[in-house]
């Protein structure tokens, strides 16, 4: 799971404000794009503390703010995604996290600890598939490597030794490296000279 320390069982009905806390850690513990991120480092070295900061955080910014509305608590989930662990959420999953978490606030608000204890059961049963994230080229990276790419496969192309050029003893292969040093060494770089056939 994603949290380590023990869910703690809200005590009473009109202990509303554990229940939220343990409906948030759910909610956070069953989204996979934090799983993923935390799994796999993208916070650094604290990546688990970072997850679960961030469900106090997220309960803090329920109980400051009156009266949020559910692009509000998405924003501020993205925030903390892109801050803390330098992840832009856009599988679509934000508002479906946003939503259960708003749903928990307002039925903790109304004391309906039953519809909240049955969901917070769903998601901590829910289960994960393990996914490794591979870092894939920045976009635009992809053109200047291809040319890169292609400079390099031309470079080698340039110099590749075939039959036809193919030294025919070691003297001249020693003679040859000898001569094309000297030019380099003159004025830093190497020519590259076809051979007469």
């Keep these: ?11 009473s009905i009109g202990d509303t404000r554990v229940l939220l806390h343990e409906g948030i850690r ?5 989204w996979a794009v934090l799983q993923i991120a935390v799994d796999n480092g993208f916070g650094g070295m604290h990546s ?45 999953s934000l508002p479906e996290v946003a939503q259960q978490v708003c749903t928990f606030y307002d039925q903790c608000q109304r004391g309906e600890v039953g519809p909240v204890r049955e969901r917070i059961a769903k998601l901590s049963q829910k289960t994960h598939v393990k996914v490794s994230v591979v870092k894939g080229k920045e976009p635009g990276q992809e053109e200047e490597d291809s040319e890169e790419e292609q400079e390099e496969q031309e470079e080698a192309m340039d110099c590749e030794v075939t039959p036809d050029t193919e030294p025919s003893n070691s003297s001249e292969i020693t003679a040859k490296a000898a001569a094309m040093d000297e030019e380099e ?5 190497t020519i ?6």
């Design 1 to 11: 799971t994603l949290f380590r320390s023990p869910v703690m069982a809200a005590g």
């Design 26 to 30: 759910a909610a956070l513990g069953s």
């Design 48 to 92: 688990q503390e970072k997850a679960e900061w961030m469900a106090e955080a997220l309960e803090q910014y329920l109980h400051t703010n009156a009266d949020l509305e559910q692009y509000e608590v998405e924003d501020f989930l993205s925030e903390l995604m892109n801050n803390e662990f330098d992840t832009l959420v856009e599988d679509g």
């Design 185 to 189: 060494a003159a004025d830093g770089w």
């Design 192 to 197: 590259v000279r076809k051979k007469k056939k």
